[in-house]
């Protein structure tokens, strides 16, 4: 009997040799747009911080609940821009897309400060 069996592992036999069938198990977690950003930033500007919460199995979760708190954010400055500047003309398209976009970026630029560009 290996040791392999002894501990109740199983194992695989390739070229010889036993390999132990050792895997993690892996949460399928939405880190989404901002979740992936926060995640580029940490790894750049905190390493330590970026590797303690991998190491740790953390990381996803946290870049999933940065990357809820800056959708909801982004969605609720866009509605307070779009109150605030109402259109001259509501039936031109045209104009109602530059509105939106106008209403996005201003949006996306505080989120990524306040939000994203963060130490969590």
Known sequence: ???????????????????PN???ATENVNIGKYGH???EY??????DRYRNLLRFGR??????????EAYEMLE???????AKHKPVN???TMEMWILR???????EEEVLLTVVYHYY
């Open 76 to 82: 609720s400055i866009e509605m307070k821009y779009l």
């Open 90 to 92: 509501s039936a031109s």
């Open 22 to 24: 050792i895997s993690m």
């Open 37 to 39: 950003l926060w995640m």
């Open 42 to 47: 940490m790894k750049e500007n905190a390493p």
């Open 59 to 68: 990381l996803k979760k946290k870049a999933s609940e940065v990357n809820e």
């Open 1 to 19: 009997m290996t040791i392999f069996e002894e501990l109740g592992i199983a194992y695989e036999e390739r070229d010889g040799l036993f390999y």
């Open 101 to 107: 976009e106008q209403a996005r970026m201003a949006a």
